[in-house]
């Protein structure tokens, strides 16, 4: 078990790491291997069909897989033992097919089922999704697996394999067409993190994760330096500077009288001194965060709270750090979780979940980190950095960024087709080292643009968490 070093405040300016242009998108090539690996698994299993539903909030598995995500609407992807897979789509997402290089190289086909689109918009130029499904083989005699966004265990829910979170009216035609046993919830599949497909990223991936993790880092800043009081909400966060890359989920911000919403959007508050401040900014493959005080130090802090330094954000940013060093290939999760839950305890940091997460397209992709887990850490996991802590008294404290764990082959890989990346990541690694003093493994490739960096007091940013040296 990592030890306690301690923490102090620091006053350093805030480290330029650079920005970058836009990777490359996967080619076909790259979403053929895809493809590829999902037979496998399909064979595995023995599914002659992988049925893969998408809708606009449920779209990283449909865009991993093909480059199309839906937009408005639903969508289906059938995926058979062999020839070209089909997509189905709504009136609306016809044309955006293009979006798909597998599309546009003829290599996936396309089919409108209007039912896909919203409510009202014409029905009557399309075949029934019956005829769709069976059409491409599936009748008696198939096995076909369903991914959506998620699959249950036993204890959840009892006879989980056939527990299905794609609309009814899909699983009951594939029911109809197949029989019940026949269809079960392949969900893990893309997503499971031991074996998921999306749970080990590429050279490439690791690449667009970090020009995403760079403009949603950059936004955080932007936000942090310049938060003045009397500002509102909505203000602040045109900070963010968005410039149009898809967003994983909603920026959040909370302060005042609406830091206890959590989850919320900005809705016009207006930021105070002595009051707490939490946001968020998100794109795909990226999630930054940051929870403090609107304050310049302890004397403008409640009088309960005036201790958050020393009994709160300084144990937070302390442990964090020793999560940090157990980072390496082959750590079973349990042992990051144990960390958290022995030395935040519940009754006094209130982390309900899980001490961080896999991250992908989507913003939670799955975790291996939870008490009894064994799976182990490895070589092209994405992880979020998301430990929250909660409190009456003290609110909260983050530091909440993305990483990508990569054994020397990966490293080796990255630095030869985005070395730009690379050399970036290498500078926050002795950003994080050298001035926040924190052990890192060599395998941690850390994608934010403020690492590890925790301003306590938001008017005065410059002065940042470190460890004892």
Not at 115 to 131: A, C, M, T, V, W
Not at 233 to 252: F, I, Q
Not at 299 to 317: H, I, M, T
């Amino acid at each position: 078990m990592a030890v306690s070093r301690g923490c102090r405040l620091i006053e350093i300016e805030w480290p330029e790491f650079g920005l970058c242009d836009r990777p490359p998108p996967p080619g076909v090539a790259a979403f053929e291997t895809r493809l590829d690996a999902a037979r496998s698994a399909m064979e595995e299993r023995g599914l002659t069909h992988l049925v893969v539903y998408g809708d606009r909030e449920h779209f990283a598995n449909l865009a991993y897989l093909t480059g199309f995500d839906p937009r408005f609407e639903e969508a289906l992807l059938v995926l058979g033992r062999h020839g070209d897979p089909l997509v189905v789509v709504g009136n609306e997402c016809e044309a955006y097919l293009a979006v798909s290089p597998l599309y546009t190289a003829g290599k996936l086909r396309g089919e409108r089922y209007q039912p896909f689109s919203l409510l009202n918009q014409p029905r009557g130029d399309s075949r029934l999704i019956k005829e769709i499904l069976a059409g491409e083989g599936i009748g008696r005699g198939a096995q076909v697996g369903c991914a959506g966004w998620k699959y249950l265990s036993e204890p959840e829910h009892p006879g989980a394999a056939h527990a299905l979170e794609l609309p009814a009216y899909l699983v009951d035609t594939l029911r109809d067409l197949t029989g019940w046993e026949n269809v079960v919830n392949a969900t893990d599949i893309l997503m499971h993190p031991g074996h998921g497909l999306r749970t080990t990223c590429s050279p490439g991936e690791i690449a667009y994760f970090e020009y995403t993790s760079i403009l949603a880092s950059e936004g955080m800043k932007r936000m942090i330096l310049g938060l003045r009081e009397g500002m509102t909400d909505h203000e602040l966060a045109k900070r963010v500077e968005y410039n149009g890359e898809p967003l994983a989920c909603h920026l959040a911000m909370g302060t005042g009288d609406t830091h206890h919403l959590g989850l919320a959007s900005p809705r016009g508050a207006t930021i105070r001194r002595g009051d707490p401040f939490a946001a968020n900014f998100s794109y795909w493959g990226s999630n930054c965060c940051r929870a403090g005080w609107v304050a310049a130090s302890a004397g403008d802090l409640p009088a309960d709270a005036k201790d958050y330094v020393e009994s709160f954000a300084g144990p937070y940013f302390d442990v964090l750090c020793a999560w940090y060093g157990l980072l390496r290939i082959g750590t079973p999760g349990d042992a990051l979780a144990r960390l958290v839950d022995e030395r935040l305890p519940f009754e006094r940091f209130g982390i309900t979940l899980n001490a961080g997460h896999l991250i992908h397209l989507d913003e939670w992709l799955s975790s291996p980190i939870y008490l009894g887990s064994d799976l182990p850490l490895r070589s092209g996991m994405a992880i979020q950095v998301d430990v929250i802590p909660t409190s009456p008294i003290y609110f909260s404290t983050r530091m909440e960024d993305g990483l990508v764990l990569a054994d020397s082959s990966l490293r080796a890989e990255l630095q030869a087709g985005y070395p730009e990346c690379y050399a970036r990541c290498q500078r926050r690694r002795e950003f994080m080292i050298e001035v926040l003093g924190i052990n890192l493994p060599e395998e941690v490739l850390p994608l934010s643009n403020i690492p590890a960096i925790v301003p306590p007091f938001l008017l005065k940013p410059n002065m940042v968490l470190a460890l004892e040296s």
